[in-house]
């Protein structure tokens, strides 16, 4: 006859027992793996549901609104193909910068945080290119120390953020005091002079009547959309942003994908360095002033989510190109810079309330900070 075991635990025994962590749903955890696997690419003609594409074509919809204001009200110089086309270059030129650093901002809202340091970044790399124990290293020695001083950077704020547990609104606010602070302790609060022709010489070489600046841009827009459409980080990004902890079961590294993020970000901001010194020839700590509500406004406006999960890099591209016609429109206008900034913030804002009616990206934005410090 056999004997049956009594495996109901006694306190006695069940306090001998090790803890244990909570049970895992195995639906859940499958549902985890299948989303990790099936992350759809956002591109420009397939996002979830097709919206990715609606959302570009509004935008260049926005971006024809534009020029016909700017032919109606300056139909004289709109009149002149040669002028049309200047202009065109001078958008696109503007944009250049900004472009670059708005790719890598992309990336981290992406993958569910925010990053208010890259001006700041900008200005430590450029300062630190333009140094002349740098200078004297010639163009290859300014343009690795800016790309090793932008990664570095960005990566120390992804390790305060995923190991550090510090929320990613206060970690790069905190960089963004520091990085200005050691790049006017570097300087001496002076404008450092680039002294290097070949890196004055990028802002202004053409190549078949196009400025190098826009190619690098264009670069760096092509290198970020395959990074985010066609390899596994980009699926791991998308992941991670729209839900950590759904990725971390389906078994992503997520604070270590965290920390690649922000050193994307960090090397983003190494190149606009490059590129913003060349055109003023120069670098201080005061530069690239502002340069992070550009680049998170770009992103909304471009369809990227607060809470993380969803963007594109062409959409991105378009806000930054839209925020560049605005200003070339209030300037050949003569209208202040004052309203240019209110039509701008007005931007913003419809472009955040919309967000929330379609996806209550505010309050998931929130949610997210508070998980990250959990």
Known sequence: MSEVTDTTATPERASQLPAQSPPVDPAETAAAADHARTAPRLSWWRGEGGEGAKRNLALIGVLAVLIVIGAVTRSDLYSNPDWVWDNILSILQLASVVGVVTVGMTFVIIGGGIDLSVGA?????????????????GAGGMIFCALTVGLAVGLVNGLLI?????????????????ARGLAAEISDKQTQVSEN??????????VLGIPLLVYILAAVVIAGWVLLNRTT???RTVAVGGNPEAARL??????RHTVLLYGLSGLCCGIAAIMLTAQATSAQAAMANLYELDAIAAAIIGGTLLSGGRGTIIGSLLGVIIF?????LFAINGLSTEAQNMVKGGI?????????VQFGSL???LGRNKITTT
């Not at 900008?122 to 004297?136: D, F, I, P, Y």
């Not at 560049?324 to 070339?328: A, G, H």
């Open 162 to 178: 995923s190991y550090g547990r510090l929320v990613p609104f206060i970690a790069t606010l905190a960089m963004l005091v520091a």
């Open 348 to 356: 913003i804002v419809a472009a955040v309330l919309i967000q929330q």
């Open 250 to 255: 389906a078994g992503i590294n997520v604070k």
């Open 197 to 206: 022709t070949f890196i004055n010489s990028i802002a202004s070489t053409k």
């Open 363 to 365: 309050s998931q934005f």
């Open 324 to 328: 560049s016609t605005i200003t070339n």
């Open 121 to 137: 970044i900008v200005a430590l790399a450029g300062v630190w290119a333009t140094t002349v124990a740098t200078q004297s290293y």
């Open 233 to 235: 980080f980009g699926r």
